[in-house]
Structures are given as C-alpha cells and as structure tokens.
C-alpha cells in the first residue's frame, strides 16, 4: 500500500458526505443528484432511441403474465409446459406496468433500461470510491457500452436490476464498512431476483458477525433468511412443492439440453466472462488485477470477494441440477469491469516518478486496446441492433395475430390454442387476455393438440428463430381451416369452430 494517495484524496470520504447530507440546503442536493439522475434517465432514453424496443423476453413476458393471473384472481401458471423459473420480485415488479395495458410491454422495457442506467452510474460511483474518479468512469463507459449488457437490458431481462442491486450494496460496504442493514436490504431485494444473492447476504452476516449484538445477529439472520423463505413460500402457496424453482430449471435445463454438466464449469465460466467482457478487457483486467495487488490491494479485495462468492454460486449449480446460462455471469462481470478502469487509470493515484511513469505508459496501452477494438464493437452494436429490429418483427406479427378479431372470436369459443412450440406461448396468451391453461404446445408431447393451432410461416421473419432443425413439424389435421395468415405466423381451427 506504500506510495499510493488515500482514497480520501481523490474525492471526499463516505463520512464527510453523510455528515454534511443532512444539512444541505435543498439546491445543493439537487446539484449533488442532478448527475445520478442524468446518467441514468440519460442512458436509458439513448438506448430507447436508438433501439427502440418494445417486445419483453420469454422470462420478463412470463412474469408480466403471471401478474396480470394473480391480479385477476388466478393463480400464477407456473407449471405450464417449458414455463421458465418464477422469481418473485420480478412478478411482483411487474405488476406496475398493468394499469398501462397495451402499454404493459414499454412500461416494463423503460424499467429495465432505467435499471441499465442506474448499473452504469453505480459502477462509476465504486470505480471512484474505491480507486479514483477517472477508473469509475472508465468502468462505467466499459458497461454502458458491453453488448452483451445493452443486449440483455433491451430485452428486459431481470439479471440487470440484479446487477444493480449488488453492485449498489459493494458500493455501500465500501462507503462504511460493516455498514449492516442497508446492504442486507439490497441483498434480499436481489435474492428476490436470483438466488445467487442468497450467498451473499449469508457471507455478510458472517462478516458483520463481530460487530453485532446477540440480538441483531437474530435479526440479521432472520433477514438474511427471508429471500428463500419468501421464494419457498411463494412456490408453495402456487403449486404445493416448495422446491418448484429448482425442480421446473432442473427439468427445463433438460429439456432444452442446456450445459449443467460440473465438467463443463471451467471453460463456461471463463466464456461468459469473455463474453460478457470482450477483448480489450480480457487482456485490461488481469493488467488492473496486477495493479490493485501492488497498490490497492485492500480496497481490492471487496469487489473481488463478492466476483468470487457469485462465481462459486454460479460453479455449483450443476451440483443441483441447474444450468450454466451465460446472464448468471454478468453481475461478476461488471465488478471485474472496476479492474479496467484501474488498469487506465489507476497511475492517477501514485505519487510522481519513475513507477507511476511506468504505469502510465501500461494506462495508455489498455485504453489504445479499446481503441483498436472500437470498430469490431461498433460492428456488434449493430448486430445487436439488427436483432432486436428482426425480432421485432417477428413478434410484432404474433401481436397482429393475436388482435386479429378472427382469432380472437374463434379463441372465446374454441379454447384451447395450442402452439407447435413453447416459444410463442406466453405472448399468444398475453395477447388473446388467456386465462391459464387456454394455451398449450405439442412440443415433446407436452399436451394434446386443442381446437386451435398457431404455427410459424417459414420465410425471412422466422429464419433467426426457426432454423431447418427446430422448425416445428406438426402435421395439419384433415378438415382444418386457416383462419388467419400474415408473413410470420398461421391460425388453423378445428370443424366447428372456424
């Protein structure tokens, strides 16, 4: 640690910032949030501008539906055929985007975006906490810009306000130490979301442990406690089996042959991150790692104690049955992020000399690295781009399908609709206003086939999706009617009720 300035130096401490929060006058808080509050409005309305996304995933869409049963006095289908793991406060999040209707899908998109803003502006605040303010805003323009992130938070999927959330209880442990209740709440609010977080808030009781009464160890552990206990119950209350998130991910990882094999950990976690990551960081963060060793090793340590503790969670999955999905690598992803920032600009914090020279000169060669990169990302953005674009497409037609009033009358009086795979499912059922159980899929014989069929058109909207393999290959009944066409997507109903 010798030869490096204290944190103290290079921006006010925690301390000072509480002690003097309280007494501010109303205008410079507003001055000293305005910033927050840009960055993450800021992010969220460029990647809405520029992307423009309206459709939700498999998972978010599933959520929103499970909502929108419970509000109508159903319980949730969470059994239904390759329906994906219930996560409590993304259900329950999700019921703010109801009153909005039609709306439900943007609502629900802009609150992941914004979540995508507020993870961009946290990593800068714990870049700057811990190092110095220009390695916070590297770190921060390295996740604002990671395609696989931006790609994640257009398509709404929960692991970003996750990543969020713990990356916001790093940065309050690192403001103050054993800070106690505040992390631990952010922690149940995240374990809410992915067990992973179940972990962590068990390693902070452990660690706040010597700094507790007898009484606040009970109730430390009792809120540590209360993420499971609220998904156990939840998974109980809705299908009689408390283990249901773990049996139906079991189950789903096998059905799609996902990876879930303890032998296929080393090479998956290391991808994922290098996914997650991309080049110049691959080769920028072992260099920042070297760095925070030399000279910042103890404020090193938290960021990479909880990369570590997710990595493991995410390493014994197999252990359970569960799959190595590359998103689970993400919140590990931003915190080694901090490491980049650190490796361009971590010679900020030494003295003048001969080593921070050195190190300057190491600084500039991990920023040239993204310079070098710059047009390959660019060229991934686009991709990104093009996919949401191509997607749109797809799903937008499936949205025309299910407001069609052909489809839509034929569906009031000839329920069930059964899909010739899982993909469409939760959408069709969003958009026809199903009840649980009115849509189901042959796929892998999961039931039999209703009194409608919804099949995919092969052509340019459905290639991405539907490639000659996983085509689904249901054979039209004799005496069926097409009841609606348009290029993605075919309705077929039963004698009787075209």
Known sequence: MAGIAPAS??????????????????????????????????????????????????????????????????????DAAFAPTPHPLQTALSSLALPFGDGADDVATLGILLAFGALVWLSYRLGAELFNPWAGAVAALVVATRPALERDALLAYQDIPFAALVTGAVLLEARRPRRGLPVLLLLVAAGLMRPEAWVLGGLYVIWMWPALTPRRRAAMIALACAAPVLWLLSDWLVTGDALHSLHGTSDLAQANNRRRRIDQVPFWTAQYLGYALR??????????????????????????????????????GPIFGLPLI??????????????????????????????????????????????????????????????????SVLYGDLRQAGNAPAVRRVFAACPPLTAGDHRPMPFIRWWLDG?????????????????????????????????????????I?????????????????????S
């Open 279 to 316: 080049e110049p960081l691959v080769i920028g963060v072992p260099i920042g790692l070297v760095f925070a060793w030399r000279y910042a090793r103890r404020r090193a340590v938290l960021p990479l104690a909880v990369a570590a503790a997710m990595t493991l969670a995410f390493a014994a």
């Open 435 to 475: 009840a649980p159980g009115s849509v189901t899929t042959v796929k892998d014989g999961a039931s039999r086939l209703g009194r409608l069929l919804l099949m995919p058109r092969k052509g340019p909207t459905t290639r991405r999706i539907y490639g000659p393999s996983t085509f689904p290959k249901v054979a």
């Open 9 to 78: 130096e290079a921006l006010p401490s925690a301390r000072r910032d509480e002690q003097t929060a309280a007494g501010d006058p109303p205008r410079s808080r507003v001055r000293r949030w305005a910033p927050a509050a840009l960055t993450v409005v800021g992010v969220a309305a460029l990647l809405w501008l520029v992307y423009r996304p309206w459709f939700l995933n498999y998972d978010a869409r599933y959520a929103l539906l499970w909502a929108r049963d419970l509000w109508t006095g159903h319980a949730p289908e969470y």
């Open 326 to 391: 590359r998103r689970y690598m993400e919140t590990p992803a931003v915190l080694l992020a901090l490491f980049y920032g650190v490796a361009v600009a971590g010679w900020l914090q030494l003295p003048p000399g001969r080593t921070r020279r050195i190190w300057q000169g190491i600084g500039a060669f991990a920023a040239l690295l993204s310079i070098v990169w710059l047009p390959w990302h660019v060229s991934m953005l686009r991709t990104v781009h093009k996919r949401i674009a191509s997607d």
């Open 477 to 497: 009944p004799a005496g069926w009617t097409r009841i609606y066409r348009n290029r993605s997507w075919r309705v077929f109903a039963a004698p009787g009720c």
